[in-house]
């Protein structure tokens, strides 16, 4: 008999990703997605839906109990939203919500894994340093801020078996933030923000779609950042981009003080419009961060964590994808 997995989140980016890689190891899976949610994409996987509500303890309770998961691996939750409040609820509520229906549901769950982000570290301010797991966590947006609380609301579940993964950036077929920057580039765009020294990392989204299945069998409670063990400057990745697709572009460097006027207008658009928005003032902090290099030896060690994309590699077959689906 197959061993049954949740993966929540299912319907997103790196939904998709981690059940195309729980179903190679010949799990069943259980996509958690919401009613609303479009899965014309999923279509081709053979999987079961279920739909629960992470607002209710009870609720989770008994979808726990009724389909009997051996494993879970958590990555709903919110990029984008008006206020630390709204973060908080959904990153860190239904963390916290799911992890106790898991232990009092009595199901005997194998592990619980979360997707959490390098976000809730927060970057360095030393180009020279690297973050691991004697940084002290200082995230630095209200998105990193409730991952960190979905961290700690987990690792208060006592007697539950858990692994969390801090991704890195995170890009690869179906990715529509970073894309953001592939289309801007294609178009022989490249703009960039000041002109300080930057160090960022990534991780190719089947690299981590592996790490989190890998984790379901290894690794105890800790909490593991993962990227592709590379360190890569501020125009990496705009040269792994115009090498692929073979184009040139104007190269240009806004001033800080003209991006946070263009931020606070576009978060006060939001507020007024009641939809959260993709550039804001808090979300500079991350983009004009110093360092966001990352040690991956701890997951190489415990979890067998074997990256096989550095940037370049994982950035063509992200465009082949992107060209193929029509995108670019």
């Not at 994409?41 to 009997?68: M, Q, V, W």
């Not at 690869?172 to 960022?200: L, S």
Request: charged share 25%; glycine share 6%.
């Amino acid at each position: 008999m197959k061993e049954r997995l949740l993966i929540t989140g299912a319907s997103g980016f790196i939904g998709y990703h981690l059940i195309e890689e729980a179903l190679k190891n010949n799990l069943e899976v259980y996509a958690a997605v919401r009613k609303s949610s479009r899965t014309d994409h999923l279509s081709g996987f053979n999987i079961n839906y279920t739909f629960p509500d992470f607002t209710s303890i009870r609720a989770l309770k008994e979808e726990l109990a009724k389909n009997k998961y051996d494993y879970v691996i958590h990555a709903a939750g919110i990029t984008k939203a008006l206020s630390q409040q709204e973060y908080n609820d959904i990153n860190a509520g239904y963390t916290h919500n799911l992890a106790a229906a898991a232990l009092e549901s009595g199901t005997k769950l194998k592990k619980f894994v979360l997707i959490g982000s390098l976000a809730a570290v927060g970057p360095l301010n030393n180009i020279d340093s690297i973050i691991d797991g004697h940084t002290i966590p200082h995230p630095v947006t209200a998105y990193g801020k409730s991952k960190l609380k979905a961290e700690d609301e987990l690792k208060a579940i006592r007697g539950l078996n858990y692994t969390i993964l801090r991704p890195t950036g995170v890009y690869g077929p179906r990715d529509k933030d970073i894309f953001i920057f592939f289309k801007q580039v294609a178009r022989g765009i490249e703009p960039y923000i000041g002109r300080m020294d930057q160090k960022f990392s990534f991780l190719y989204v089947t690299d981590l779609a592996r790490a989190a299945v890998h984790s379901l069998y290894h690794g105890g409670q800790k909490t593991y950042t993962l990227s592709d063990g590379k360190a890569y400057d501020r125009y990496a990745l705009a040269t792994y981009i115009k090498d692929a697709l073979e184009v040139k572009t104007v190269k240009f460097h806004l001033p800080v003080n003209f991006v946070k006027s263009i931020a606070y207008l576009s978060q006060k658009y939001s507020s007024l419009s009641n939809k959260a928005a993709t550039l804001n003032v808090e979300k500079l902090n991350e983009l004009m961060a110093v360092n966001w290099d990352c040690d991956i030896e701890p997951a190489i060690a415990d979890l067998g964590f074997s990256p096989e994309y550095d940037l370049a590699a994982g950035v063509a077959e992200t465009i082949k994808w992107y060209k193929t689906n029509k995108w670019l």
